[in-house]
């Protein structure tokens, strides 16, 4: 059974910092990428950070140089590091595993709220 679990969302004052974390299990974690997205009230889920399977990142323009994504192959996590958060970060934050091989694999977790205000 498929299970992603984020934890780690929560209320954190403007320029303030959350780490997210979301534990695999289910599937080979190691070779999926990992993704985080989210999602504010009225709009769409958006992609926020992405990790290829080897380790590589990308980043929303709203969230470089701000967001650190990682993952542990040992550990079937991922995580989500988030400084300097912003008024406009606010949302339910999801993660998303994603395999595109001989057919494409996405599996998401519950999402965790994560609220910007002072």
């Known amino acids: 059974q498929v299970q992603l679990v984020e934890s780690g969302g929560g209320l954190v004052q403007p320029g303030g910092s959350l780490k997210l974390s979301c534990a695999a299990s289910?599937?080979?974690?190691?070779?999926?990428?990992m993704n985080w997205y989210r999602q504010a009230p009225g709009k769409e889920r958006d992609l926020v950070a992405a990790?290829?399977?080897?380790?590589?990142?990308n980043y929303a323009d709203s969230v470089k140089g701000r967001f650190t994504a990682s993952r542990d192959n040992t550990q079937n996590t991922v995580y989500l590091q988030m400084n300097s958060l912003k008024p406009e970060d606010p949302a339910v934050y999801y993660c998303?595993?994603?395999?595109?091989?001989?057919?494409?694999?996405?599996?998401w977790g519950q999402g965790t709220q994560v609220t910007v205000s002072s």
């Open positions: 998303n595993a994603h395999r595109d091989w001989s057919r494409v694999y996405d599996y």
């Open positions: 990790v290829t399977s080897a380790g590589g990142t």
């Open positions: 289910g599937f080979t974690f190691s070779t999926y990428a």
